[in-house]
Structures are given as structure tokens and as C-alpha cells.
């Protein structure tokens, strides 16, 4: 009896591996899958672990410096007006072979001279005078 029911187990599967074979392929391959997905939703996004990473966008510029004035005290010390605030800092010094002129140091280690009423741009590297307007 037992041998019966494993002869009727082996042809049944034998059956169903005939009908199969009759049917073809039930299930896709893999690279018929994507091209399936693909053309359902899209191709698939990149991975972002193999993308290059975006470079941060450059900084903007610094604004432009203008000299409003120069105050030097018979004590050698002096006070510059930068963008209409006083400055007492000594990395800006008044060049000593040019009265009135400043020297100022740029954080590349550039020095600009500027005398007061002119405007340093640093976006274009130019020098300026600062029109007045009237009131």
C-alpha cells in the first residue's frame, strides 16, 4: 500500500513537470524583470553610495571696502574708517611714504592701498572713487 501511494506521489509529479514544460516559463528571468519595472515605473534611481558628491557651491563674494576716513594723533597711533566704522586694528596701517593712504590686508594676504573717498571691490579687484550724491 505504501508503495502504491509513492508510485501515485511520482507520477503525479511527473505529471506536473510534463504540464509545466508544456507551459514554458512560468516566472521571468531578472534582466526581463527590470526591463519590465522600467517600463512601469521608471528606471530605477541612481545609487547614491556610487554618485560623485556635489562640490558646495563657491562662496559669495565679500562685500566692497571703502576708506571714509583717516584720523592719525600726534601719538602715531591712528583710526580709519572702513564702510563708516572706526577701526583701531593694527593689520590696516597708513603707508608711511604716502600720506593719508591706507594699507589694508586682505584676508589672501593681498595689501591694497586706498585713500579716503575710494572703494575696493574684491568681486573684481578694483579700485573706485565713491561719488558723493547730494541730499
Known sequence: MKSARILCALLAGAALTAQAQQLG?????PQ?????????????PPDPAL??????PPPPPAPPVELNGVVQRSSGR???????????????????DKPGTL??????????????????DPASGTVTEVQETPP
Open 78 to 96: 591712528s583710526t580709519v574708517w572702513l564702510n563708516q566704522e572706526a577701526q583701531n586694528e593694527p593689520h590696516n596701517r597708513l603707508a608711511r
Open 25 to 29: 516559463r512560468l516566472f521571468l528571468s
Open 32 to 44: 526581463q524583470r527590470a526591463q519590465l519595472d522600467a517600463q512601469r515605473y521608471g528606471p530605477p
Open 51 to 56: 554618485a560623485a558628491p556635489t562640490p558646495p
Open 103 to 120: 594699507t589694508l590686508r586682505l584676508s589672501n594676504g593681498q595689501a591694497v592701498l586706498l585713500k579716503p573717498g575710494q572703494r575696493y
